[in-house]
């Protein structure tokens, strides 16, 4: 497809008062476009519309899994800025890490809400802006819509489920001159990260059987760039960092082999004891 210039276009980013959605929503402006950034906090949102700019930015409070707040924001950003060209479906959370034995249901449905019915529902409720523009969207998976998902089963089931309608939808949006990307990113350095990984040893520990490369984090800049230079392109996929390109189209071959090696390595079995023995503590989302 040709390079869709941003410029003059109006963007809208959920989960955009910090970390990626922010640098998203920041690069966007960059490029020309006005920017909604929505997040749960009104005060963070408007704090971030007015880094982001004077006059093309806008703050909005709207949760995700709240269908009519989603509806609001689409309609509050046609009337401000006369229409809606690009969605990036940022807002995300993850659970403290427990074996799907002992996780809390309230934790593991509020992942699945927040990460893939929330994604839906922003996707939903714009699209038919996206289509009568000829615009793009953009839905946020990750690394862990191909790695085995073990610890953290409803983060990855969100993130498949994100893949696949990212996958179909673009497919779908073709005979309207419309597309859609979808963006796999491996460790962000965010506070989702902070919170999820860097506080939670058992965490840390789930991580030892990657390689150090792998692990390796990137700033919440370096991904916002690359959603946005995806969004130029009208790219199907944007992978951040780029060492994770490989995995991903060698998954095919690469995920039997690793999945046959969590089952017989020690250590990683030894992180599941653990795990299971979380069932009756407090498990906490994100947000």
Same mark, same amino acid.
């Given at each position: ?155 990855? @089931? ?5 893949? &696949? !309608?990212? $996958?179909?939808?673009? =497919?779908?949006? *073709?005979?309207?001159?419309?597309? /859609? ?72 071959? @690469? ?5 046959? &090696? !969590?089952? $017989?390595?020690?250590? =990683?079995?030894? *992180?599941?004891?653990?795990?299971? /023995? ?10």
């Amino acid at each position: 497809m040709a390079r869709y210039d941003l410029d003059g276009k109006v963007a809208l980013v959920t989960g955009a008062a910090r970390g990626i959605g922010f640098a998203t929503a920041r690069a966007l402006a960059a490029r020309g476009a006005s920017v909604v950034i929505v997040d749960l906090d009104a005060g963070a949102a408007e704090r971030a519309a007015a880094d982001v700019h004077p006059t093309k930015a806008l703050g909005l409070a709207a949760d995700v899994t709240d269908r009519g707040a989603m509806q609001r924001a689409v309609a509050t950003t046609v009337e401000r800025f006369g229409g809606l060209d690009v969605v990036v479906a940022n807002a995300g959370i993850v659970s403290r890490a427990a074996s799907m034995h002992a996780m809390a249901t309230e934790s593991f449905e509020r992942v699945l809400d927040v990460n893939l019915y929330g994604v839906y529902r922003t996707v939903d409720v714009a699209l038919p802006e996206i289509v009568r523009r000829g615009g793009h969207v953009v839905v946020i998976a990750s690394i862990y819509a191909f790695l085995n998902g073990a610890g953290a089963i409803p983060y990855a @089931i969100s993130k498949a489920g994100v893949e &696949q !309608l990212g $996958r179909a939808l673009r =497919v779908e949006l *073709v005979p309207h001159g419309a597309s /859609a990307s979808v963006a796999y990113f491996g460790f962000i350095d965010t506070e989702m990260v902070h919170l999820g990984i860097d506080q939670d040893p058992l965490a840390d520990e789930m991580l030892d059987s990657l390689p150090k490369a792998l692990r390796k984090r990137v700033a919440p800049q370096v991904a916002g760039e690359a959603i946005v230079r995806g969004i130029e392109k009208r790219a199907p996929r944007i992978i951040e960092p780029k060492r994770w390109n490989a995995f991903y189209f060698l998954q095919g071959l @690469i995920n039997p082999i690793s999945d046959r &090696q !969590l089952e $017989r390595d020690e250590q =990683v079995l030894d *992180v599941m004891r653990k795990l299971d /023995a979380r069932a009756g503590e407090e498990q906490p989302t994100t947000a």
